[in-house]
C-alpha cells in the first residue's frame, strides 16, 4: 500500500486518489489521442485556412462573423439558410466552384464591391488549397 501511495504520489495524483490502474488508463488515452493525431485526415485545413477560421466556421449551419463554410462549394453565393449577407452578395449572381472562388479570394472587395468580407489570399497556391478543402467540407 505504501508503494502504491508512491507511485500516485509521483503522478501527483494521491491527492484525489486515482491508483496505477487510473495513471495506466490516462497512459493509453495519452497513446490513442497521439496515434489518432498521427493519421492524415483527408479533411484536414490548409495552414491558411487558420486566417479564415477565426471568422467562418465549417459546421454546417453554424455562422459567426461570416457564413459557415460548410457545403459552400457548388452553391449559389450568400445561400446559407440563417445568415444575413450584405445586399451585394446577394445580388451578385455567383455560384462558387473553382474560377469565382480564386477570384473572390483573390480580392474580395474587387470582385463583390460593396461585399462584408475582405480577407486576402494573394497566394494562387495558397488559393489552390482552401479551395480544394471546400470542395471536402
Ligand atoms: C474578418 C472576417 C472574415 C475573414 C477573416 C474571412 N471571411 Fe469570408 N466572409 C466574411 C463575411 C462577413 C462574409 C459574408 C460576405 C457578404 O455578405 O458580403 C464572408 C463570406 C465568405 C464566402 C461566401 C460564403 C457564401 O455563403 O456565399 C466565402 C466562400 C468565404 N467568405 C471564404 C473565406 C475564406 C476561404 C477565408 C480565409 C482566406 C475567409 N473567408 C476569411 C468574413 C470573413
Known amino acids: 500500500m505504501a508503494k502504491r501511495l508512491a507511485i500516485c504520489g509521483s503522478f501527483g495524483f494521491g491527492a484525489i486518489g486515482v ?6 488508463l490516462i497512459g493509453v ?17 490548409p495552414d491558411v485556412m487558420m486566417q479564415c477560421l477565426g471568422c467562418h466556421s465549417v459546421e454546417p449551419g453554424r455562422h459567426s462573423v461570416g457564413p459557415s463554410l460548410a457545403g459552400t462549394y457548388g452553391k449559389d453565393a450568400a445561400s446559407q439558410d440563417g445568415y444575413e449577407y450584405s445586399y451585394a452578395l ?4 455567383l ?3 473553382e474560377a ?7 480580392n474580395p472587395a474587387r ?10 489570399v494573394p497566394d ?3 488559393r489552390a488549397a482552401i479551395i480544394a478543402y471546400l470542395k471536402s467540407l
Open 124 to 126: 494562387a497556391s495558397e
Open 19 to 24: 491508483g496505477p490502474i487510473g495513471v495506466g
Open 95 to 97: 455560384v462558387w466552384d
Open 29 to 45: 488515452a495519452g497513446f490513442l489521442a497521439t496515434a489518432l493525431n498521427a493519421q492524415p485526415p483527408s479533411t484536414q485545413p
Open 111 to 120: 470582385f463583390v464591391p460593396d461585399g462584408a468580407m475582405n480577407s486576402r
Open 100 to 106: 469565382t472562388l480564386d477570384s473572390y479570394l483573390a
Open 90 to 93: 446577394m445580388d451578385a449572381q
